[in-house]
């Protein structure tokens, strides 16, 4: 349903399938929120605002609802039970394109091939860690559920993250496995997953053939529930074009030419963090899942993932967005992958 594209099941796809909300203040989330405005607009419309389908609409793809309020101190707990801790970072050192520490290294590279309207502009994080919990999850507004949104650079200001990419909107979608910062909080296996454990491996999976639990006591840390897997043992895997996902609410295909959001596993503790920018003539068209695929194979990843993309693709380094977004500026979202500054 994104994939680098995105989806909004509520709106009228656009060409690159985006789904997103947005989130400022109560009084002008609808004015700023394309979903929510729609959904607002056509129930004003049917003078539906409050029953049958628009009542569902607006419960499902709108309003917030809060299961966890405070995650940050949730995960601490879990944390101190598992008796984990970090190791603290010295010898901390940033650059206008790279960050080093004595447990983390990033070097983040732009790269643009092709050219005129063929031209594919896009961003790869390579990153090297001691700790493969330095690999971080945040939630926006630090809740959890559904439908709660923030800005990525606000969510990776509040964890002083040194890099962040957009996550997998979880809070689109109420099944998947969710396990973040080694804390369960959905387990409705429903589709292939990626699980990043403790000891730095990273795997794509078959949610439906496991639980949380089992995963959790395996030593998973995060996982993403996504989609669809773009290279496994090293190679791109077919039919990954023709892939939807979300297919519960309308065609949430995510075919073409779009922007897009990929993890990829190296080997232990390195990571390739992937954006690719879009829907920008000259500047970048935009990339076609087995395009995303051969771009993780060819930089040398074992195993990648896609996750949400389209207007939502944003690469946060050192304070700022880094790409350029589809949409002219970043969009919020539910969740950001991070490492933060220190570790």
């Not at 031209?119 to 700790?131: E, F, G, I, S």
């Not at 964890?159 to 997998?168: C, F, K, M, S, T």
Request: proline letters at 3%; hydrophobic letters at 35%.
């Amino acid at each position: 349903m994104h994939s680098s594209d995105t989806l909004n099941p509520a709106e009228p796809p656009q060409t690159g399938q985006d789904h997103h909300s947005g989130r400022r203040s109560r009084s002008d989330r609808s004015h700023k929120h394309p979903r929510r405005r729609f959904l607002l607009g056509g129930a004003a419309v049917l003078g539906l605002a409050a029953t049958g389908t628009s009542a569902w609409a607006l419960n499902r793809f709108v309003i917030d609802h809060v299961e966890v309020g405070d995650v940050t101190s949730l995960e601490a707990k879990a944390r101190s039970a598992a008796g984990s801790s970090a190791t603290p970072a010295t010898n901390v050192t940033v650059g206008e394109s790279s960050y080093s520490s004595s447990n983390t290294s990033i070097e983040i590279q732009q790269v643009s091939t092709g050219s005129g309207s063929d031209t594919v502009t896009y961003y790869v994080a390579d990153v090297k860690l001691t700790n493969a919990t330095d690999l971080r999850s945040a939630f926006a507004n630090n809740s959890y559920g559904t439908n709660i949104v923030a800005k990525p650079t606000a969510m990776a200001s509040e964890h002083d993250a040194i890099l962040a990419i957009n996550g997998d909107y979880y809070g689109f979608r109420s099944d998947g496995i969710l396990i973040r910062n080694g804390v369960i909080y959905r387990d409705s296996g429903k589709r292939d997953g990626m699980a990043f454990y403790t000891d730095g491996r990273v795997e794509v999976y078959d949610e439906t053939t496991t639980n949380a639990q089992t995963l959790l006591d395996a030593g998973v840390w995060n996982t993403l529930s996504f989609g669809p897997a773009l290279v496994n043992n090293g190679q791109v895997l077919s039919g990954i074009d023709q892939v939807e996902v979300d297919t519960n609410v309308g065609n949430h295909s995510i075919q073409g030419k779009q922007p897009r959001t990929a993890v990829g596993w190296v080997e232990t503790n390195h990571l390739k963090l992937v954006v690719v920018d879009g829907r920008s003539e000259g500047y970048s068209r935009g990339v076609t899942m087995t395009e995303l695929a051969q771009i993780m194979a060819d930089l040398g990843c074992a195993c990648a993932y896609n996750i949400d993309g389209g207007g939502s693709s944003a690469m946060y380094f050192n304070g700022s967005i880094i790409n350029q977004p589809s949409n002219g500026g970043e969009r919020d979202t539910s969740d950001i992958l991070y490492i933060a500054n220190g570790s």
